[in-house]
């Protein structure tokens, strides 16, 4: 038997917002990370995000774990964005009171 070997590309691509996503989907790295660490297999992280095939979550988490430093700084990039854009949403639109109005508003309707 001969074992033939291929060269796979990690199927990860930049959008035009500098996010990492997942092949042609929409699934962002961080999402992947983050199933992983958090315990997912790349069986249960496939199942939970159907566009996903098994194939690339595998591919993903490779990569990601012989880049650990990299993506974790890339990550953490992402994070301090994350923090920033919600305080610019919540200043924007205050939080306090929101469950309230909503049950107010369901309450006017029925």
Do not use: C, W
Request: charged share 25%.
């Amino acid at each position: 038997m001969v074992l033939q070997t291929t060269t796979r590309i990690v199927p990860l691509h930049v959008d035009a917002d500098g996010v990492i996503r997942v092949g042609g989907t929409r699934v962002t790295l961080d999402t992947i990370v983050a199933a992983f660490e958090q315990g997912a297999t790349a069986e249960e992280i496939a199942q939970q995000y159907p566009p996903l095939n098994l194939a690339d979550v595998y591919a993903v988490i490779g990569y990601y774990l012989q880049r650990q430093s990299e993506m974790q700084e890339y990550l953490g990039k992402r994070r301090e964005r994350a923090i920033l854009v919600r305080g610019q949403n919540e200043a924007r639109f205050d939080p306090r009171g929101v469950r309230e109005r909503l049950l107010a508003r369901r309450a006017g309707k029925q």
